[in-house]
């Protein structure tokens, strides 16, 4: 298995896991891999360390975060989970029929309300070739389940 860093023309990094060199080169090649934010299909390779498997030695430690960094970190994430309960309070959840109800207020035949939904790059495609705005936004799973 080989797992590498990416990234794709918007800068966005992620990671992707292929069976080997040749699969991902195959898999660039034919155009298959997509950012998971942009669906940006203009991938490249970053550098990377190898990681070595020695016999007898331990898993490597990670470098500890400074406590600075873990700060940032908590702030960033402290400020994602706000903006989403944000976008969830402020839009109706149509889930699946989300393209659908889109249309449907775009053209007017439905009352022009915030929504938020499920789509599918195809969907998302179509619905940006007929002039309706559509914005991803991951929202976490904390948030998708009912509080007790």
Same mark, same amino acid.
């Given at each position: =298995?080989?797992?590498? /860093?990416?990234?794709?023309?918007?800068?966005?990094?992620?990671?992707?896991?292929?069976?080997?060199?040749?699969?991902?080169?195959?898999?660039?090649?034919?155009?298959?891999?997509?950012? %998971?934010?942009?669906?940006?299909?203009?991938? /490249?390779?970053?550098?990377?360390? %190898?990681?070595?498997?020695?016999?007898?030695?331990?898993?490597? /430690?990670?470098?500890?975060?400074?406590?600075?960094?873990?700060?940032?970190?908590?702030?960033?994430?402290?400020?994602? =989970?706000? =903006?989403?309960?944000?976008v969830i309070a402020a839009?109706?959840?149509?889930?699946? +029929?989300?393209?659908?109800?889109?249309?449907?207020?775009?053209?007017?035949?439905?009352?022009?309300?915030?929504?938020? +939904?499920?789509?599918?790059?195809?969907?998302?495609?179509?619905?940006?070739?007929? +002039?309706?705005?559509?914005?991803?936004?991951?929202? %976490?799973?904390?948030?998708?389940?009912?509080?007790?």
């Open positions: =298995m080989k797992v590498y /860093n990416l990234n794709c023309g918007h800068g966005h990094r992620f990671e992707g896991w292929f069976s080997s060199e040749d699969d991902f080169i195959a898999q660039c090649d034919a155009r298959k891999i997509e950012c %998971p934010l942009c669906d940006d299909r203009s991938i /490249n390779r970053l550098p990377s360390a %190898p990681h070595l498997s020695l016999s007898g030695s331990t898993q490597p /430690n990670p470098k500890p975060q400074s406590e600075p960094e873990k700060e940032a970190v908590e702030l960033l994430r402290a400020q994602w =989970m706000e =903006m989403a309960r944000d839009t109706d959840d149509v889930g699946a +029929g989300f393209a659908e109800e889109a249309r449907r207020i775009h053209y007017q035949e439905a009352p022009p309300r915030a929504i938020r +939904g499920v789509t599918t790059r195809h969907e998302r495609d179509a619905l940006r070739d007929e +002039g309706i705005d559509v914005v991803q936004f991951p929202i %976490p799973d904390a948030l998708k389940r009912p509080l007790h």
